[in-house]
T-cell receptor, first 114, second 112 residues
């Protein structure tokens, strides 16, 4: 139990589908993050939300659309993805996005694009 | 950004101490050293962090050299469940975002 829950754990979708990834944290944190981990590549930061406001978009294509309705929930809406988007998508949270506090990660959603 | 250098892989016998080195020669004075690990099919797990002083918690000890250019993560009694990729990260404390930049890490294999 990490305190950060991601659903679904696995997702297979076609290139024309629309799906959403969900992340929920039960740690009382105010910052949430999306990361992408492709095969044999380091984790890449995608988005940062701090107190529900997006503070970082790491040049992510618009086919990925994040949403943070409150400090406990983070979504990643997917639309018209490409095969190279197949990866493990990880969510993390921290106390806030300003100082040096540990980030706590979920176990990710394994996404496969057909 | 300060970068880190870690060995690609290491082996350790079960029950022995695992000492994982990390070089961060360009670290700035206000940057912390963080260690995470990632067990197969799981998300990264926070282990420990430090600025200047040595740190210890229930999982590990962190030894930072006096010039802060390198550090060592010590798992005092490695178990098979400690087999994982270990990441040494120097935080980017610039701007308003606290960011982690992951490298390739060290694959630690604990052998029976």
């Amino acid at each position: 139990e990490t305190g950060v829950t991601q659903t679904p754990r696995h997702l297979v979708m076609g290139m024309t589908n629309k799906k959403s990834l969900k992340c929920e944290q039960h740690l009382g944190h105010n910052a949430m993050y999306w990361y992408k981990q492709s095969a044999k590549k380091p984790l890449e930061l995608m988005f940062v939300y701090n107190f529900k406001e997006q503070t970082e978009n790491n040049s992510v294509p618009s086919r990925f659309s994040p949403e943070c309705p409150n400090s406990s929930h983070l979504f990643l809406h997917l639309h018209t993805l490409q095969p190279e988007d197949s990866a493990l998508y990880l969510c993390a949270s921290s106390q806030d996005g300003f100082g040096n506090q540990p980030q706590h990660f979920g176990d990710g959603t394994r996404l496969s694009i057909l | 950004d300060a970068k880190t250098t870690q060995p690609t892989s290491m082996d350790c016998a079960e029950g022995r101490a695992a000492n994982l080195p990390c070089n961060h020669s360009t670290i700035s004075g206000n940057e912390y050293v963080y260690w995470y690990r990632q067990i197969h099919s799981q998300g990264p797990q926070y282990i420990i962090h430090g600025l200047k002083n040595n740190e210890t918690n229930e999982m590990a000890s962190l030894i930072i050299t006096e010039d802060r250019k390198s550090s060592t993560l010590i798992l005092p009694h490695a178990t098979l469940r400690d087999t994982a990729v270990y990441y040494c990260i120097v935080t980017n404390s610039g701007g308003s975002n606290y960011k982690l930049t992951f490298g390739k890490g060290t694959l630690l294999t604990v052998n029976p």
